[in-house]
């Protein structure tokens, strides 16, 4: 069975930082690139990041671009997003998501974990 | 950035009915458009991927349609489940834009 297990968000102040963990288990992590989405409470979804299976690429949101970054340790069966200078618009509930298929950046997200909430406030 | 764009934001429909939802892509897409399904407080699950294929379980009664720029959800014969919101998001270049969301009430 997939099983996708983010770590837990928090409370964080304006300008912190954060790390996100996603567990990954049921299938062969290091042939899939990952995914991380986020929603906001009461919002829609919003894509943030993408990373490839061997982390040669990534694509971020506009919105998180030189403030966010996805990484992955293949070894561990783990995705990461580091999020720093952290804002109040990034409070959301964050999903990671693996793709349908298997390496490919333009892939339909059909597994997702349950979510963890950040909210950022001071 | 292309964005994607859906109809109606809401909309309330009565068990057995067929409902209709549209998404526009702000710039072509070919088929690389994907729908989900999302209850409160779950994760969104995969509907339909590359605008009309089915995924794994999901009844026969959602079907998908379009190619370009516009793209139709359809659900025949609606039933009580069926309410929650619905995202369409496009996969053919990052960011991979979600759709603002379209929810469905059963009445």
């Keep these: ?122 | 950035d292309i964005q994607m764009t859906q109809s109606p934001s809401s909309l309330s429909a009565s068990v057995g009915d067929r409902v209709t939802i549209t998404c526009r892509a702000s710039q072509t897409i070919t088929t690389y458009l994907n729908w989900y399904q999302q209850e409160p407080g779950k994760a969104p699950k995969l509907l339909m991927y590359a605008t009309s294929n089915l995924h794994s379980g999901v009844p026969s009664r959602f079907s998908g349609s379009g190619s370009g720029t516009d793209f139709t959800l359809t659900i025949s014969g609606l039933q009580r489940e069926d309410s929650a919101t619905y995202y369409c998001q496009q996969s053919y270049s990052p960011p991979f834009t979600f759709g603002q969301g379209t929810k469905l009430e059963i009445k």
């Design chain 1, 1 to 122: 069975e997939v099983r996708l297990v983010e770590s837990e968000g928090g409370l964080i102040r304006p300008g912190g930082s954060l790390r996100l963990s996603c567990a990954a288990s049921g299938f062969s992590f290091s042939t899939y690139s990952m995914n991380w989405v986020r929603q906001a409470p009461g919002k829609g979804l919003e894509w943030v990041s993408y990373i490839s299976r061997t982390s040669t690429t990534t694509y971020y949101a506009d919105s998180v671009k030189g403030r966010f970054t996805i990484y992955r340790d293949n070894a561990k069966n783990s995705l990461y997003l580091q999020m720093n200078s952290l804002r109040d618009e990034d409070t959301a509930v964050y999903y990671c998501a693996r793709p349908y298929y298997q390496d490919s950046s333009g892939s339909p997200l059909d597994y997702w974990g349950q979510g963890t909430l950040l909210i950022v406030s001071s």
